[in-house]
């Protein structure tokens, strides 16, 4: 069974920096690409950033440059830093092994003054 735990969320002032982590299991987590998906009040869930199993990324346009994607395979686990926080990025914030449907609570981001 896949489970997936997000945490390291918050409130945090404009132009502040959260790690995001993600702790995995029920699956081989070293062979499957990871995701970091957001969804804001109102609108649909949207895709953040990708981490491939050879640790090859790539990112939302609005967050290339302020967000970084990376894992740790020996312990599960997927982080996202994001930095230079913006007010237009509070959403609440999951993880997702790409090619599969499983998604954890997820964790809650909040930028505001």
């Known amino acids: 069974q896949v489970q997936l735990v997000e945490s390291g969320g918050g409130l945090v002032r404009p132009g502040g920096s959260l790690r995001l982590s993600c702790v995995a299991s029920?699956?081989?987590?070293?062979?499957?690409?990871m995701s970091w998906f957001r969804q804001a009040p109102g609108k649909q869930r949207e895709w953040v950033a990708t981490?491939?199993?050879?640790?090859?990324?790539d990112y939302l346009d609005s967050v290339k440059g302020r967000f970084t994607i990376s894992r740790d395979d020996a312990k599960k686990m997927v982080f996202l830093r994001m930095n230079s926080l913006k007010p237009e990025d509070t959403a609440v914030y999951y993880c997702?092994?790409?090619?599969?449907?499983?998604w954890g609570q997820g964790t809650q981001v909040t930028v505001s003054s």
């Open positions: 981490i491939a199993p050879d640790g090859s990324a």
């Open positions: 997702k092994p790409t090619a599969l449907g499983s």
């Open positions: 029920g699956f081989i987590f070293s062979i499957h690409a």
